[in-house]
């Protein structure tokens, strides 16, 4: 029910000024989000790196709604990529991109071709793009964009979310040689019809998802920082048989350090998915709607009584 009014409430523009203008909201941001630049996005990245671990930076921003700011968004992430190359930060470091960032609302083919640019960026960069995951009625189109994006890219990664009724079959097609299928529960506040409801029937479709991706051919990237979740990744790939090159573990910037650090200890590849930006408002709800005991904090900071 939280879960709901904050996903809600992410869509708010009403709200999202509110949330940006208040005094203390920075701190709790700083907790999930690197910083607002590409300097910020950097230096993140290269003290996760130097700790052994590597990264997947996301730009924020989403849901544009004009060909001018998708254009600035695939220039920002192609400069970001030469950036990383630079500073010889590459392949420990690839980027995340959301296709309604580069205009998949209104226009495909906008979205299709600055992915495409961003995939150019990042191969002449040494490293890889992985495509978001985004609300169920992007799915199709954002898999389409992956098929043909992969035939000259065929490390571009594909995002699928376990609380979607799809995604088993999803999994099967993409769990073939090379394919790079990164595995999470999913974010967004979906209808029943489309989507499980209750906790344990998305973590019993993760289960099943994981069991057909570590079985598989392809590389499994496990985004989660559910620890019986994380202990069944352990097992499986113990069962199957899998090297630590052979799939990940991934967990987000700021979400259990700890737990980051250990997996790595263990020898396991470890990917943080690093955000940053000035747009990071949709982003902050989302994270605060799976964790509703971090609400009153928020709340108290936005209030400016935190
Ligand atoms: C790398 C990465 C990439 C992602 N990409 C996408 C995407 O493209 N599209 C999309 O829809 N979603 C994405 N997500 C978000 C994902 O779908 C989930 O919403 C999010 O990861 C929360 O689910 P969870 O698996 O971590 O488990 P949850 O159900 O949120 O948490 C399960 C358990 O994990 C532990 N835990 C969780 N958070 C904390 C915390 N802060 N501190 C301590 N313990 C904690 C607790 O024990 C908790 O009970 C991504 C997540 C990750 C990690």
Redesign the pocket.
């Known amino acids: 029910m939280l879960r709901s009014v904050i996903l809600a409430a992410s869509r708010s523009s009403r709200l999202e000024r509110l949330v940006e203008t208040a005094p203390l909201t920075r701190g709790v941001v700083r907790r999930f989000v690197a910083g607002t630049s590409p300097d910020d996005a950097l230096r993140a990245t290269g003290e996760l790196v130097a700790d052994g671990l590597a990264v ?1 930076l996301d730009l924020l921003g989403e849901d544009t709604e004009t060909a001018e700011q998708a254009v600035a968004t695939r220039e920002a992430y192609v400069s970001l990529l030469a950036a990383l190359r630079d500073a010889e930060l590459t392949p420990a470091a690839e980027v ?1 991109v ?1 296709l309604s960032a580069l205009g998949q609302k209104f226009d495909e083919q906008l979205a299709y071709d600055g992915a495409r640019a961003i995939c150019v960026a990042a191969s002449e960069a040494g490293t890889t793009v992985t495509l ?3 609300d169920h009625t992007t799915t199709d189109s954002t898999l389409d964009i992956l098929i043909k994006l992969r035939t000259d890219f065929p490390t571009t990664g594909a ?1 699928l ?1 376990a ?1 979607l009724r799809r995604t088993e079959a999803d999994c099967r097609e993409l769990a073939t040689a090379g394919s790079r299928v ?1 595995l ?5 506040n979906e209808p029943e019809s489309v989507a499980y409801q209750s ?1 344990l029937d ?2 019993k479709s ?1 289960v099943r998802c994981l069991n057909i991706l570590m079985s598989g051919d392809g590389y499994p ?1 496990l ?7 994380i202990a069944i990744g352990e097992d499986r790939a113990r069962w199957f048989d899998r090297s630590p090159d052979e799939f990940e573990f ?3 910037y700021g ?2 350090p700890e ?1 980051q650090a250990r997996l790595a200890a263990e020898g396991y590849t470890v ?3 690093v955000p940053y930006g000035t747009q990071w408002y949709p982003y902050l709800m ?1 994270r605060l709607a ?2 509703p005991t ?1 609400v009153g904090f928020f709340l108290k900071a936005v209030s400016g009584k935190g």
């Not at 999470?184 to 967004?188: L, V």
């Not at 985004?223 to 979740?229: E, I, Q, S, V, Y």
């Open positions: 997947s995340s959301k978001d995951a985004e995002v979310q609380y990164r999470c529960k999913g974010a967004y906790t998305v973590d993760y990237m985004a989660t920082h559910d620890p019986r979740l991934q967990l987000l979400v259990r737990e990917r943080v998915y989302r799976e964790r971090n």
